[in-house]
């Protein structure tokens, strides 16, 4: 048995309450319902035990009560009633005492023909100046919404040119303290009624779903209780009123409000279907509205209500405050009843460890529970906690909040589950905390906390990595060192082709040479022999100078940028000098240390030779400029002369512009003549330098560790 405060009293068909469709409050404070039967719409009276049904006489003609639901039953500061039908609002006369309707027919009926957009009702609303909102529903152009002007008696149907939408289902009616009147619409949005024209706010301006409930408060704001969640709404006189949403993140059992009231201390109660959720927007102790927070606020401390509590099963849909302050809220299976008290204070609920399990294994915990568990070391696998809080509000449900620190950066939303599973964690050190809360919001002054570290896999751990990383240092020296010695193979065989080179085919060759000199010496001047030795000393002469150039070019004691300069410098001398052509040589290469690969090198002192031949041989200068600068991770050669220069676009017969433009190809270089008659030429080219590693310093090191 379960003994509560204040707990709530549930009507059903047996007490004369069956699936209610509206709820309300005659002049003289009778609490009403209204419900349909076999035989038409029924009106109950709440006689203090149960509703005692009053039948109208309805006319013959009406056959069909409709299927509207909310504000529908209404009693004008008039005193006369307003029933809804499938063919038509009925308007009854002035009547005391709502049993007085008894017998009592229809003083008028309002169809289609007298101005409605349709014949079936869905919802009335009369406003505090006495008018009665209809709003209508129906197949073909029969949805819309109209009003009932008491000085004209006429009806008026509002339509797009009003700023509603096409064929818009009013479901509910509320009024500001302005007199503005608000009107929710069925198929999404809600719509504003001021100085004769209406505004929409919909999705964009943050109302989405379809808004099922209207409340305006007794602090002047506006509720919207809609399929997506509570609106708050606290200026709803303003020109662009401002809207916050309140969800299930924000404490809200379910984000699908039905219906909305307000008790006589100004809390809230939103109608749901996984119960009544009550929360006070106010400050405690103020009472103005709460200022709009930035963005989501929570609702503070919520109470929540369930079938526990009493509360009839099934979908919450209608919400009503009477004169005397009860709270009446209605289902399809009854009608409910809560008599709202002033809260006093609770103590908070405390919340235990009950148990802990590592991969459908338990781990040792107090029978009793336990507020700390800690110590526990596992390897990954799934991790089952149990936990459960301590309730000292009778018939009050509590409600739990987890964290898991290291994973997690902020607490769970509020369920009523009370075991968490993590299927799967990272290796790390972590901590869980869970909290107990109470239906009046009051949270565990000290979360229970789960202690534990997930250790890594094989593969992560210290040691398989420390090893790891042994066997990958080794085999990168032993590249290393296989790089060495491959190094060091190229660069004797280098060495040893320069050396043949030099003293078996260049000594070879210098004999001939001086043989050929002395015979020609001796042969004297005669025709017949004289210039085919002439000719053979100058071929030698060439093979030698080739030979050197050969030779040069292999050797790794070679591979400076600086030797490269030097015999660039020393050809252009002996060759130009020769020719009696003022040379200028100038350099800005100022790293002697960079070292540059054989065939770069070789490449663009042959490039270097080919112009400098050029120039020897077909410019007529008096004047050669050579320049050599670096450019960043490159090197610019320019060589100028001031002869007769040449048509650079025409065609030549000759091979050495085209072997420039080869020898440059290969190296990836940018070569470009500019050449005006008369004026001289000029030869550019750009080369991108790939410093080589000096064979002769690995050479010497791998000899010293060899030894």
């Given at each position: 048995?379960?003994?509560?405060?204040?707990?709530?009293?549930?009507?059903?068909?047996?007490?004369?309450?069956?699936?209610?469709?509206?709820?309300?409050?005659?002049?003289?404070?009778?609490?009403?319902?209204?419900?349909?039967?076999?035989?038409?719409?029924?009106?109950?009276?709440?006689?203090?035990?149960?509703?005692?049904?009053?039948?109208?006489?309805?006319?013959?003609?009406?056959?069909?009560?409709?299927?509207?639901?909310?504000?529908?039953?209404?009693?004008?500061?008039?005193?006369?009633?307003?029933?809804?039908?499938?063919?038509?609002?009925?308007?009854?006369?002035?009547?005391?005492?709502?049993?007085?309707?008894?017998?009592?027919?229809?003083?008028?009926?309002?169809?289609?023909?007298?101005?409605?957009?349709?014949?079936?009702?869905?919802?009335?609303?009369?406003?505090?100046?006495?008018?009665?909102?209809?709003?209508?529903?129906?197949?073909?152009?029969?949805?819309?919404?109209?009003?009932?002007?008491?000085?004209?008696?006429?009806?008026?149907?509002?339509?797009?040119?009003?700023?509603?939408?096409?064929?818009?289902?009013?479901?509910?009616?509320?009024?500001?303290?302005?007199?503005?009147?608000?009107?929710?619409?069925?198929?999404?949005?809600?719509?504003?009624?001021?100085?004769?024209?209406?505004?929409?706010?919909?999705?964009?301006?943050?109302?989405?779903?379809?808004?099922?409930?209207?409340?305006?408060?007794?602090?002047?704001?506006?509720?919207?209780?809609?399929?997506?969640?509570?609106?708050?709404?606290?200026?709803?006189?303003?020109?662009?009123?401002?809207l916050v949403v309140y969800g299930t993140a924000q404490g809200l059992s379910s984000s699908d409000v039905g219906a909305l009231t307000e008790d006589r201390w100004g809390r809230i109660y939103a109608a749901t279907g996984r119960g009544i959720d009550r929360f006070d927007p106010q400050p405690e102790g103020s009472g103005?509205?709460?200022?709009?927070?930035?963005?989501?606020?929570?609702?503070?401390?919520?109470?929540?209500?369930?079938?526990?509590?009493?509360?009839?099963?099934?979908?919450?849909?209608?919400?009503?405050?009477?004169?005397?302050?009860?709270?009446?809220?209605?289902?399809?299976?009854?009608?409910?009843?809560?008599?709202?008290?002033?809260?006093?204070?609770?103590?908070?609920?405390?919340?235990?460890?009950?148990?802990?399990?590592?991969?459908?294994?338990?781990?040792?915990?107090?029978?009793?529970?336990?507020?700390?568990?800690?110590?526990?070391?596992?390897?990954?696998?799934?991790?089952?906690?149990?936990?459960?809080?301590?309730?000292?509000?009778?018939?009050?449900?509590?409600?739990?909040?987890?964290?898991?620190?290291?994973?997690?950066?902020?607490?769970?939303?509020?369920?009523?589950?009370?075991?968490?599973?993590?299927?799967?964690?990272?290796?790390?050190?972590?901590?869980?905390?869970?909290?107990?809360?109470?239906?009046?919001?009051?949270?565990?002054?000290?979360?229970?906390?789960?202690?534990?570290?997930?250790?890594?896999?094989?593969?992560?751990?210290?040691?398989?990595?420390?090893?790891?990383?042994?066997?990958?240092?080794?085999?990168?020296?032993?590249?290393?060192?296989?790089?060495?010695?491959?190094?060091?193979?190229?660069?004797?065989?280098?060495?040893?082709?320069?050396?043949?080179?030099?003293?078996?085919?260049?000594?070879?060759?210098?004999?001939?040479?001086?043989?050929?000199?002395?015979?020609?010496?001796?042969?004297?001047?005669?025709?017949?022999?004289?210039?085919?030795?002439?000719?053979?000393?100058?071929?030698?002469?060439?093979?030698?100078?080739?030979?050197?150039?050969?030779?040069?070019?292999?050797?790794?004691?070679?591979?400076?940028?600086?030797?490269?300069?030097?015999?660039?410098?020393?050809?252009?001398?002996?060759?130009?000098?020769?020719?009696?052509?003022?040379?200028?040589?100038?350099?800005?290469?100022?790293?002697?240390?960079?070292?540059?690969?054989?065939?770069?090198?070789?490449?663009?002192?042959?490039?270097?030779?080919?112009?400098?031949?050029?120039?020897?041989?077909?410019?007529?200068?008096?004047?050669?400029?050579?320049?050599?600068?670096?450019?960043?991770?490159?090197?610019?050669?320019?060589?100028?002369?001031?002869?007769?220069?040449?048509?650079?676009?025409?065609?030549?017969?000759?091979?050495?512009?085209?072997?420039?433009?080869?020898?440059?190809?290969?190296?990836?270089?940018?070569?470009?003549?500019?050449?005006?008659?008369?004026?001289?030429?000029?030869?550019?080219?750009?080369?991108?330098?790939?410093?080589?590693?000096?064979?002769?310093?690995l050479r010497g090191r791998m000899t010293g560790r060899f030894r």
């Amino acid at each position: 048995m379960k003994m509560a405060r204040n707990g709530f009293t549930t009507y059903t068909e047996t007490d004369g309450a069956p699936w209610v469709s509206s709820l309300t409050e005659s002049r003289l404070g009778e609490m009403c319902i209204l419900y349909a039967t076999k035989d038409g719409l029924r009106i109950g009276k709440f006689d203090g035990r149960r509703f005692v049904p009053i039948r109208p006489a309805w006319p013959s003609q009406i056959t069909y009560f409709g299927w509207g639901r909310g504000q529908m039953l209404v009693q004008d500061e008039a005193g006369e009633w307003w029933i809804p039908t499938g063919q038509g609002l009925c308007r009854f006369a002035r009547q005391d005492g709502v049993e007085r309707l008894a017998g009592a027919r229809p003083r008028a009926i309002y169809t289609k023909h007298d101005g409605l957009p349709g014949d079936d009702i869905f919802a009335v609303f009369a406003d505090s100046r006495n008018g009665i909102w209809i709003g209508t529903i129906g197949l073909g152009n029969e949805d819309g919404l109209a009003f009932w002007d008491r000085d004209t008696g006429r009806v008026h149907a509002f339509s797009q040119a009003d700023g509603l939408p096409a064929h818009p289902v009013p479901s509910a009616f509320a009024e500001d303290r302005a007199g503005n009147v608000w009107v929710a619409l069925y198929h999404g949005g809600v719509a504003r009624y001021r100085q004769g024209r209406f505004t929409v706010f919909g999705d964009r301006d943050g109302i989405s779903g379809g808004p099922r409930a209207l409340l305006a408060d007794s602090a002047g704001r506006l509720w919207v209780g809609s399929t997506r969640g509570l609106i708050r709404i606290d200026d709803p006189t303003g020109d662009r009123p401002h809207l916050v949403v309140y969800g299930t993140a924000q404490g809200l059992s379910s984000s699908d409000v039905g219906a909305l009231t307000e008790d006589r201390w100004g809390r809230i109660y939103a109608a749901t279907g996984r119960g009544i959720d009550r929360f006070d927007p106010q400050p405690e102790g103020s009472g103005e509205p709460a200022a709009a927070p930035p963005a989501l606020p929570g609702l503070g401390r919520i109470q929540h209500y369930t079938t526990a509590d009493g509360v009839a099963p099934g979908e919450l849909d209608l919400a009503f405050r009477d004169r005397q302050g009860s709270l009446w809220f209605s289902t399809p299976l009854g009608l409910s009843q809560l008599v709202p008290t002033v809260d006093r204070p609770q103590s908070p609920p405390p919340v235990l460890v009950t148990g802990v399990s590592v991969g459908g294994v338990a781990q040792a915990i107090s029978d009793l529970g336990q507020s700390t568990v800690s110590g526990l070391r596992f390897p990954q696998n799934p991790l089952r906690v149990d936990y459960v809080g301590l309730g000292f509000l009778p018939g009050g449900a509590l409600r739990y909040q987890y964290m898991l620190e290291g994973a997690d950066s902020d607490w769970s939303a509020p369920t009523d589950q009370r075991t968490v599973i993590y299927a799967r964690l990272a290796a790390g050190s972590y901590r869980f905390l869970v909290r107990a809360m109470a239906g009046d919001g009051i949270a565990s002054p000290q979360p229970a906390s789960v202690v534990f570290t997930i250790l890594p896999p094989v593969w992560r751990s210290w040691w398989f990595l420390l090893a790891c990383g042994t066997v990958m240092a080794l085999l990168m020296y032993a590249l290393y060192r296989y790089r060495l010695a491959q190094l060091l193979a190229v660069a004797n065989v280098r060495t040893r082709i320069a050396t043949d080179l030099h003293d078996d085919i260049g000594a070879s060759l210098s004999q001939i040479a001086i043989l050929s000199e002395v015979a020609q010496r001796e042969a004297g001047k005669e025709a017949r022999h004289g210039p085919s030795l002439s000719e053979i000393a100058g071929i030698s002469r060439e093979l030698v100078d080739s030979m050197s150039d050969i030779v040069w070019a292999i050797n790794p004691d070679h591979d400076r940028l600086s030797n490269l300069v030097y015999r660039m410098r020393r050809f252009a001398t002996d060759l130009l000098g020769a020719q009696g052509m003022a040379l200028e040589f100038r350099s800005s290469v100022a790293d002697r240390d960079l070292r540059i690969g054989a065939n770069v090198r070789r490449q663009i002192y042959l490039i270097f030779k080919e112009g400098t031949h050029n120039i020897a041989r077909h410019s007529g200068a008096s004047r050669v400029e050579v320049e050599l600068d670096r450019t960043g991770d490159g090197m610019v050669l320019r060589l100028r002369d001031n002869g007769r220069g040449f048509d650079a676009s025409a065609g030549s017969d000759g091979h050495g512009l085209t072997n420039i433009r080869k020898r440059a190809a290969a190296l990836g270089a940018e070569v470009e003549w500019q050449s005006v008659l008369g004026q001289g030429t000029t030869l550019r080219m750009t080369v991108r330098l790939e410093p080589a590693r000096s064979l002769s310093v690995l050479r010497g090191r791998m000899t010293g560790r060899f030894r």
